[in-house]
């Protein structure tokens, strides 16, 4: 069974159109299948048995596994944390927004300028370093705005992690730490790892380690849910700002780094 833990905007959207339009797997393909699953193993009840997927992918955490008796390759794509940030910001501040991005909203229509606005975001700790933290599979997600939303709401859907995640607690660098060093322990076990910069190369390698066929009438390689034309009041194109953006994701910034570097 493949396991698709889907980073928020790094390119996992992309990723999912190309699987499902693919002559196999998608007519094993899964996506958010299990949120009764989800709910049992978040809250550490009885789990209960499901019949194994060909893949299953969402914007989950690591732990998946913990469902099934049955071998598992976690797969993932990762982003440029800064470039990933800009691109989540970009998405939830183009739309009106749900309640859980209410402190983002505010941030954003309360700064005066982009610095104010980048600088409100790293003291609040806006959606930092979640690449860290979703790997990890150690963050309590009752500090997570959105599962507290949809956990004792009407929707539960199973996305821990939505495109803009808004946390209660602020998290020491004690705790980022923690983090970092847990999601470099388990992404050294993921059976394979692609790059958003590289997609179409990474899918192409991913296809040939899963005995996957590409047949390019189903057109593969569309890029999906892209936040690239979305015009702010804010652009994120200056040097100051990518360098603030690293300070808030600064975790994240050196996991990237550290995958990288262990996977030329």
């Known amino acids: 069974m493949i396991i698709f833990i889907h980073i928020p905007r790094s390119a996992g959207t992309s990723l999912c ?3 499902k339009e693919m ?3 998608r007519s094993e393909f899964y996506r958010y299948k299990f949120k009764k699953a989800v709910h049992l193993l978040l809250r550490d009840e009885k789990k209960v048995k499901y019949s194994i997927p060909k893949v299953i992918t969402g ?5 998946y596994h913990k469902l099934f008796n049955a071998d598992v390759d976690y797969i993932t794509f990762l982003r440029n944390p800064v470039d990933r940030w800009i691109s989540a910001c970009k998405l939830i501040l183009s739309k009106n927004g749900r309640n859980y991005y209410t402190k983002l909203w505010k941030i954003y229509e309360g700064s005066v300028n982009e610095s104010d606005f980048l600088l409100k975001c790293i003291d609040a700790q806006i959606n930092s370093n979640i690449m860290c933290r979703q790997l990890s599979g150690i963050e309590d997600f009752h500090n997570i705005v959105s599962y507290i939303n949809n956990h004792h709401g009407k929707r539960f859907t199973g996305a821990i992690y939505t495109p803009f995640v808004i946390h209660k ?6 705790e980022f730490e923690k983090f970092y060093l847990a ?9 394979f790892i692609g790059f958003q910069d590289s997609f179409k190369k990474d899918v192409l390698r991913m296809c040939s ?7 390019p ?19 994120f194109k200056s040097v100051e700002s990518r360098e603030l953006i690293e300070q808030l994701n600064s975790y994240d910034v050196k996991f990237y780094r550290d995958v ?5």
């Open 217 to 235: 009438e189903y057109g593969s390689f569309k890029r999906i849910n892209s936040a690239n034309n979305v015009k702010l009041k804010y652009e």
């Open 59 to 63: 914007h989950m955490p690591y732990g």
């Open 23 to 25: 002559p196999t797997p």
């Open 260 to 264: 990288r570097r262990n996977n030329k």
């Open 209 to 215: 380690k899963f005995n996957w066929h590409i047949n």
């Open 183 to 191: 999601a470099l322990e388990k992404i050294s076990n993921f059976s």
């Open 17 to 19: 159109y190309t699987i």
């Open 169 to 174: 607690e602020k998290y020491s660098e004690k």
